[in-house]
């Protein structure tokens, strides 16, 4: 029992009624969660959804205190998780000794010394199908910057996982696979408590998706541990992996590790490039600044992994687009026991929604939180002491379960940006404003045209 000094420092959560709850969640969640962090100034929220009654955790105190300094009392697992093992299965998307014996393999192809063996690789693959675009800019075709993105890290991907065992063609049906699955999800996580002997919305369409990832990637599960081979691919190693007793992974281990790692190394990614180009588009002084660094880094390209230590300010403007628009908006973790956040109280089997699109624009901990500025993240500025909160960001999650793509993303993305901008110019044709879609990860509801023209280099390189 608590002694009343503790009993009297517990208090109830900022509760939010249905009424006003529910509407705004469904109009755009992402926005809704924003609006009830910054209205109860960060602290703790209980959304009031009839039956379902979970909490919002934005201040950064709260969030390391959840995603780290006691994370093992806050699970991934529950009605929010249960939508997602029917995608990713049991691996590095899980919890408990799944996800423990599954980042123990997978981490050590994801160390800044193996993504740094990789490197040359991947800016191979980048040039080579960026050089695609080319047929685009002589026909005057437009490019869907969602679906360009998603091929361009799909292919990237399939070399660093897939050891090219996965032909071009199949791996291309995943990327709609995918898609499809990021939009149906929605509707389990608005009825996270409807069973599923009931179907809801989109079920159909999301099983068909599952089927489809599963149809492209078992055969090539199979084929790999038949002949492991020595490559240092992700699906080789995970063949030839035995484990304290001399055993191997089973093909729905493989299969579930190799989904899960090309979720986050590739569809993730694809999203956050998509909203950059549509930042430079509002932020034309950003461009310029942008272009300016490429021109001289890089020149006529392609970019090349020594490029990537001199490209400062692309790092800064990725990492400022991470800030606004983080792929993994939404973090749900279910309390194991009873436990206290803040001075509230919140009992066993209670959901915590962890947003880091809502605690990333916070006023507290952001000055002018919705405006784009790449100059936040200045070394100027680090230099000069300007300090935040280690959990005020933190668009790869934290704790133990950090995202193991965050060094695979430092790599490719910027390859990817300044290959595209060293040898195109980029505008957006689709009119704006540009809405969230309601889907499992952060992405444009309206599809976004890119038109694109060639970059003007003389025979040395040199910008005209």
């Not at 790999?224 to 007793?245: H, N, Q, Y």
């Not at 973790?333 to 066993?348: L, N, P, T, Y």
């Not at 939180?369 to 999650?397: I, L």
């Amino acid at each position: 029992m608590p002694t009343d000094t503790a009993a009297r420092s517990v208090r109830r959560a900022r509760p939010v009624p249905i009424h006003r709850a529910l509407p705004r969640l469904a109009r755009e969640a992402a926005g809704a969660l924003v609006k009830f962090a910054q209205e109860a100034d960060g602290e703790i929220v209980r959304l009031e959804l009839g039956p379902f009654r979970p909490y919002l955790v934005s201040h950064p105190d709260h969030v390391q205190q959840v995603m780290r300094l006691e994370w093992t009392n806050y699970q991934r697992v529950g009605m929010f998780w249960r939508p997602l093992e029917r995608l990713f299965g049991h691996s590095v998307m899980s919890d408990g000794a799944h996800w423990r014996d599954s980042r123990k393999i997978l981490q050590p192809l994801f160390t800044t010394r193996y993504i740094a063996a990789i490197a040359d690789e991947v800016a191979d693959r980048v040039a080579e199908r960026i050089e695609e675009w080319d047929e685009h800019v002589r026909a005057g075709r437009s490019i869907d910057a969602t679906a360009e993105m998603s091929g361009i890290l799909s292919f990237i991907v399939n070399r660093v996982l897939f050891g090219d065992k996965l032909d071009r063609k199949d791996g291309e049906r995943i990327i709609p696979a995918f898609d499809l699955a990021s939009h149906s999800l929605v509707y389990r996580f608005l009825m996270p408590f409807m069973p599923y002997s009931i179907r809801v919305p989109r079920d159909r369409a999301f099983l068909r998706a599952v089927k489809q990832i599963d149809d492209v990637v078992f055969p090539v599960v199979r084929k790999a541990m038949v002949d492991t081979g020595d490559s240092p691919d992700l699906i080789s190693m995970l063949c030839r992996f035995t484990d304290e007793k001399g055993d191997r992974l089973t093909e729905r281990q493989i299969r579930d590790a190799m989904v899960s790692v090309y979720a986050a190394a590739s569809e993730t990614s694809a999203m956050i490039i998509t909203w950059l180009w549509l930042l430079l588009d509002e932020h034309p002084e950003v461009a310029v600044r942008l272009q300016e660094e490429i021109d001289e880094v890089v020149g006529a390209g392609p970019a090349r992994p020594e490029h990537i230590p001199h490209l400062r300010y692309t790092r800064m403007v990725l990492i400022e687009t991470l800030r606004l628009y983080p792929s993994g908006w939404l973090l749900p973790r279910q309390v194991m026991e009873d436990a206290e956040i803040g001075g509230v109280r919140v009992k066993r089997g209670s959901t915590i929604f962890i947003c880091p699109y809502a605690t990333q624009r916070l006023e507290e901990f952001w000055e002018r939180p919705h405006e784009f500025d790449p100059e936040r993240f200045s070394p100027e500025r680090s230099a000069n002491g300007e300090r935040r909160h280690r959990y005020a960001y933190f668009p790869f999650g934290g704790g133990p379960h950090k995202c193991l793509g965050e060094h695979l993303f430092y790599v490719e993305a910027p390859l990817v940006v300044a290959s595209i901008l060293s040898r195109f110019r980029v505008a957006i044709r689709t009119p704006g404003p540009f809405t969230l879609a309601w889907a499992a990860s952060l992405r444009p509801k309206q599809k976004v045209e890119l038109g694109v023209s060639f970059a003007g280099h003389d025979r040395n390189g040199v910008l005209r």
